[in-house]
């Protein structure tokens, strides 16, 4: 892991309320308390619940804190993530999260806290952090071809994004090569899960322009023009963090027994034959986009390994594909599956965390956007990128059909025109899986952010 550091910080992690967040935040906080770091990582009851749950072998150098979760009109008392609400119920979320600002003043104010590292969505906390003496961190979840499209702080508190369509085309300020934006029917849903009254480009160009300095998961080895971009942009010092590639987790209990029926299911399975799929936590497709999803998967005739919330899939589906697919309802082992030899692919929506599980694997990507947050970013890049393909989708309002679903699979998957796919795929674990490379990252961070803040106080005193 290399040496620890020669004097030991006290730092606050405090995520936006969603899994695809909080994950990130916490392998963060694993290594920084490895290096020799006090962590306070914050959430509400629900979510700090959920990871003692799931994470019983945290040393006691990272605790876990709960601030109360404010009541909120039209916020289920139980909602306190992402994954507890459809996409029309997020806004009351971020409001919720924003009435959080009292408790996390008032806990950084009497804990000695050195720096606070944080998300997008606390666009108030900069200000509130510098206030107390204490560095603020922004910690971007998303990628720099993300933050790249978004741009400068200026453009995203007043500039260019006033309507959906302003954000359907590639802007002006990057100089290189690019695809990545989103399509009409993409930037039209996330607009479903903003608040009205502060926008997410509001909270990511405060944030931004607010904050000491700004770290992100990624590497100059696959992002080096976005990374230079964002720091001419910023003004301010853009720190790669590597792409916290997670290890494969042995879990015990329940699921350990549908994994032993699956891994025996794909060990009678072709090396690189089987498809997997898995939309994340919060895709939800109408029934009829279901419908067509379904039918792609079948008529591909590939065997495939399907993730599905609450068992959702098509009325006779199961018994049509049976000995071909394997469905398995609710959380999966993702990296476990992933690494076995018998996959050959996958469907996913495109959010990072996914992406970097799949490259770490060498697996070839069947591009299927979900349609919020930078998940359509993230369809674009990797197909630009040439180690995914796709699906086509009409632009304004997502549908496609059965057809294209299928022949998408099988170009990623077996036909001879994906070749180049699956080679530059495979070739990506060289980067992403490279966990000396990563943790590299993470070192030179860590000394970083010792020589920032011991700076500020040296300063201040």
Not at 77 to 85: F, G, K, M
Not at 159 to 186: M, Q
Not at 337 to 364: V, Y
Not at 401 to 428: F, H, L, Q
Request: proline share 7%; charged share 25%.
């Amino acid at each position: 892991m290399g040496s620890k550091s020669k004097r030991s910080l006290h730092i606050a992690m405090f995520p936006w309320l969603a899994h695809g967040h909080i994950t990130p935040f916490l392998e963060l906080s694993k290594f920084l308390s490895l290096y020799g770091h006090a962590v306070s990582f914050l959430s509400t009851p629900n979510n700090i619940a959920r990871l003692t749950r799931a994470h019983p072998e945290l040393p006691p150098s990272i605790r876990l804190v709960s601030l109360p979760m404010p009541l909120v009109p039209n916020l289920p008392s139980s909602a306190e993530s992402t994954s507890d609400l459809d996409i029309d119920s997020v806004p009351y979320l971020k409001k919720a999260y924003d009435l959080l600002e009292p408790a996390l003043t008032r806990f950084l104010s009497g804990s000695h806290v050195d720096c606070v590292i944080h998300d997008f969505a606390s666009h108030w906390l900069p200000r509130a952090a510098a206030q107390l003496g204490v560095s603020s961190v922004f910690f971007s979840t998303l990628n720099a071809t993300a933050l790249a499209f978004l741009g400068p702080p200026s453009e995203l508190i007043g500039g260019r994004y006033n309507k959906p369509e302003d954000a359907t085309s590639v802007p002006e300020w990057i100089p290189y090569e690019s695809t990545a934006c989103f399509r009409l029917h993409e930037i039209m849903r996330h607009q479903r899960c903003m608040d009205e009254e502060v926008s997410d480009f509001f909270r990511f160009g405060h944030t931004i322009d607010s904050c000491d300095f700004v770290i992100v998961r990624s590497c100059r080895e696959f992002e080096s023009d976005p990374l230079s971009l964002l720091l001419e942009i910023y003004k301010k010092p853009v720190i790669p963090i590597g792409l916290l590639t997670p290890a494969i987790r042995v879990d015990k209990g329940d699921d350990d027994e549908k994994w032993k029926t699956l891994k025996i299911w794909l060990d009678a399975k072709r090396g690189n034959s089987v498809l997997y799929i898995a939309l994340g936590t919060e895709v939800i497709l109408s029934h009829e986009l279901t419908n067509e999803l379904a039918a792609g998967i079948e008529k591909s005739g590939l065997p495939f390994v399907w993730v599905v919330r609450n068992g959702s899939v098509p009325a006779g589906f199961e018994e049509r594909v049976s000995g071909r697919g394997f469905v398995w309802a609710g959380w999966a082992p993702q990296m476990r599956i992933l690494a076995h030899e018998a996959i050959g692919g996958f469907l996913t929506h495109c959010g990072w965390n996914s992406t970097i599980e799949a490259l770490s694997r060498g697996q070839p990507l069947v591009l299927f956007s979900g349609g919020s947050s930078d998940q359509g970013l993230m369809a674009r890049f990797p197909q630009e990128k040439r180690v995914g393909f796709e699906v086509p989708r009409d632009e304004v309002d997502g549908s496609f059909t059965g057809d294209v679903v299928a022949e998408s699979i099988r170009r990623v998957v077996v036909e001879p025109e994906g070749e180049p796919i699956r080679a530059n795929a495979w070739a990506m674990k060289e980067v992403f899986g490279d966990m000396e490379l990563q943790n590299k990252y993470l070192e030179e961070f860590a000394g970083i952010l010792e020589k920032g803040v011991t700076k500020e106080l040296k300063m201040a005193n």
